[in-house]
């Protein structure tokens, strides 16, 4: 549940969220302490940043840039925080690395990705209260993607909002076949005015695929894939409002 918080963060910048041009960032990271763990780094850039709303708690995330390599980062990141956050911990592998740094006035998680070029590196760094962290690793009681149809008796996994992007995501499951529930999204978005933009992909039931539906400024990406459970399928949500600049 901790790290699938911020891969759905990463999912709602990926799925058309778009980043800001690139520029420099001048981030500093304030415990409790009030010490400035992260001095400012020029080289290190600013691709993005917005509140979020995680399983109904509140946080904040940014998305930095940095050419360098991905085990130089953490190392950096290691160091930065090894005085002032003895509980802090990090690991990483050759593609991807993470970090949780507990204070008593925030929790911070942190997950580097290495981009594919030799010194290119991405991290995101999802920032919340205690009492925010903790809720966040809560399952919903019930859907909070109310804009869109959710499939009757499907359960609620998680749920996260970009309000800078006016973005949705949530993922449920369902005691279903995803053929079944991509069928009954397929009527139920059309009965609420939507029209579909593009066919289901995907080989057999293991894999019922992508539908994409809009109606005016509104968009909903529809996913549904089965699930390692038997007879269940999981299903991801994206709703985007577009909005005229």
Not at 2 to 15: D, E
Not at 76 to 84: G, H, I, M, N, Y
Not at 189 to 197: D, I, L, S, T, V
Not at 216 to 223: D, F, L, T, Y
Request: proline fraction near 5%; aromatic fraction near 8%.
């Amino acid at each position: 549940m901790k790290h699938r918080l911020i891969i759905m963060i990463i999912g709602l910048a990926i799925l058309g969220l778009g980043f800001s041009a690139w520029g420099k960032v001048y981030w500093r990271w304030r415990p409790g302490s009030k010490h400035a763990v992260f001095k400012t780094i020029p080289e290190w850039r600013e691709v993005y940043q917005s509140n979020v709303r995680i399983n109904g708690s509140r946080g904040h995330v940014d998305i930095l840039g940095c050419d360098d390599t991905l085990p130089r980062v953490m190392a950096r990141l290691k160091d930065a925080f090894a005085a002032s956050c003895p509980d802090a911990s990090f690991r990483h592998s050759d593609s991807a690395g993470w970090g949780l740094i507990p204070t008593d006035s925030m929790v911070t998680r942190i997950l580097a990705l290495n981009m594919g070029a030799p010194k290119q590196t991405v991290v995101f760094v999802l920032t919340q209260s205690p009492a925010d962290y903790e809720q966040s690793l809560q399952s919903p009681k019930t859907h909070l993607l109310n804009e869109v149809p959710f499939y009757p008796g499907s359960i609620a996994q998680s749920f996260i909002e970009d309000e800078t992007a006016a973005a949705r995501m949530e993922i449920s499951s369902a005691p279903a076949r995803p053929e079944s529930i991509l069928s009954f999204f397929n009527s139920a978005f059309a009965q609420n005015g939507y029209h579909r933009m593009q066919a289901a992909t995907g080989r057999g039931s293991a894999n019922a695929g992508i539908a994409l539906f809009q109606k005016a400024m509104s968009i909903c990406c529809v996913q549904v894939q089965a699930s390692p459970q038997a007879n269940e399928s999981v299903i991801t949500v994206l709703h985007k409002q577009l909005r005229m600049e």
